[in-house]
Each structure stands twice: as structure tokens, then as C-alpha cells.
């Protein structure tokens, strides 16, 4: 099946870890994104990368990490640096940047304790 | 201040009420529209989209979206809804103005009582 994988569905960390949450894309899309979902404050973006090897900072990146090594993966490091981790993160991917929509992925929950 | 906005946080109404929800963006220049839906359990999904043409766009399970270029407006509609509309609406902005990222509203929580 084609889709977006995002592993694992729940995430437990203690304070001061680094974690990485996995994104796999097999659309063959060049676009992928990151965004942080909280109760009440939409869809916040992390990071994003038009091709391999590109990346950009979106609007909440402080804290966060990102690789574009292979066109299907796109993985998000939360450091401790983060000074709130605990969220709802989504992955999502699109043919391009531009006007083309976004698929999702069923979403990864961190808690940090 | 948020590039998109959605006016209403949480919206409650009856079945067969007509629903109307407000997005408006801040971006110039050309910008795609899209609206997402966000059912309980589920991963967000494409209701419907506006890259030029027509500004009034149909998409799926009957709603429709008026692009109003003059007043920045991408709001959605749907003349009756039904209980299984019961969801998270979300209004999305794709702006050249902004390289192309992907920008998201609040999010609007709808709940249709049977």
C-alpha cells in the first residue's frame, strides 16, 4: 500500500533525552514536512524539505532537528533543548512544494516524563 | 500574529443546520487554498482545495469553499450537516509569499448533535 508511515504511535521519554521520530513516505513525493499538533493551536510547522539533502526551518523549530538523506524518509529529532516536547506530531508529504496537497500520516505522541 | 486564521474555535449545531466556517490569511500574491478534515481516530484528509479558476470549489461529503481574493477568505460550507460531520476543520495556506510552506489555521471543532 502507499502511504506515509510514521513510527512509533506513542512515544514515552524521560526529561533531557534526545528522541527521533521516524517518517517514511513510499509516494515517491519530493516534499515532506513535520508539524506539531496541541489542543487548540492547529497545525504548527516544524520543519519542511522541498528535495533530498534540502531542508528549511518552519515556524516552531527551535528545539527540533531534521534529515533529508533519502527521498522517503524524513526523520524529526526532538533534543532537549525542546522546552515543551510533549505534543502530537505529524508527518506529511506532497508531490512538491507548491499546489499540490499534502498527505499525512496517522501522527506519533510524545509524551516526555 | 497567525498567517491563517480560523474565527471559530468550537462550533456546536443540530442535524441539517447549515454550517459556515471562516478562514482568512494574511499572505499577497498567489496562494493555494485547501481545507482539511480531521475526523475522531483519524488522520487528517483533503476535503477540498483551490489552486485558480472557478472560486467556487466542491469537494467531498458536500461541502463547498468560496475563494473571496478581496477579502483574503477561504470559507467553507455546507448547507445540511449530518451527525458523521462531527470533526476538526482545518483551513490550510500555501503562499509563494512564504516559499511555498504549507500554513495552518487553528482549527475549528465542530460537533453535530444528532
Known amino acids: 500500500d502507499g502511504g506515509i508511515t510514521q513510527s512509533p504511535k506513542y512515544l514515552f521519554r524521560k526529561e533531557g533525552q534526545n528522541v527521533t521520530l521516524s517518517c517514511e513516505q513510499n509516494l515517491n513525493h519530493d516534499a515532506m514536512y513535520w508539524y506539531r499538533q496541541d489542543p487548540g493551536q492547529g497545525l504548527r510547522l516544524i520543519y519542511y524539505?522541498?528535495?533530498?539533502?534540502?531542508?528549511q526551518k518552519g515556524d516552531i523549530a527551535e528545539g527540533y532537528s531534521v534529515s533529508r538523506e533519502k527521498k522517503e524518509s524524513f526523520p524529526l529529532t526532538v533534543t532537549s533543548a525542546q522546552k515543551n516536547p510533549t505534543a502530537f506530531y505529524l508527518c506529511?508529504?506532497?508531490?512538491?512544494?507548491?499546489?499540490?496537497?499534502?498527505?499525512f500520516g496517522q501522527g506519533t505522541r510524545l509524551t516526555v516524563v | 500574529a497567525q498567517s491563517v486564521s480560523q474565527h471559530n474555535h468550537h462550533v456546536i449545531l443540530s442535524e441539517a443546520a447549515s454550517l459556515e466556517l471562516g478562514c482568512n490569511y494574511s499572505y499577497g500574491g498567489t496562494v493555494n487554498l485547501f481545507w482539511y478534515v480531521q475526523y475522531p481516530g483519524q488522520h487528517l484528509q483533503l476535503l477540498l482545495k483551490y489552486f485558480s479558476g472557478d472560486p467556487l470549489v466542491k469537494g467531498i461529503k458536500g461541502f463547498e469553499a468560496e475563494f473571496i481574493k478581496s477579502k483574503f477568505s477561504f470559507n467553507l460550507r455546507k448547507p445540511s450537516v449530518q451527525w458523521s460531520d462531527t470533526a476538526e476543520y482545518f483551513c490550510?495556506?500555501?503562499?509563494?509569499?512564504?516559499?511555498?510552506?504549507?500554513?495552518f489555521g487553528g482549527g475549528t471543532r465542530v460537533l453535530v448533535k444528532p
Open positions: 524539505s522541498q528535495i533530498v539533502n534540502d531542508f
Open positions: 506529511a508529504s506532497g508531490l512538491n512544494l507548491g499546489n499540490t496537497e499534502a498527505f
Open positions: 490550510a495556506v500555501n503562499a509563494r509569499a512564504a516559499g511555498n510552506k504549507l500554513t
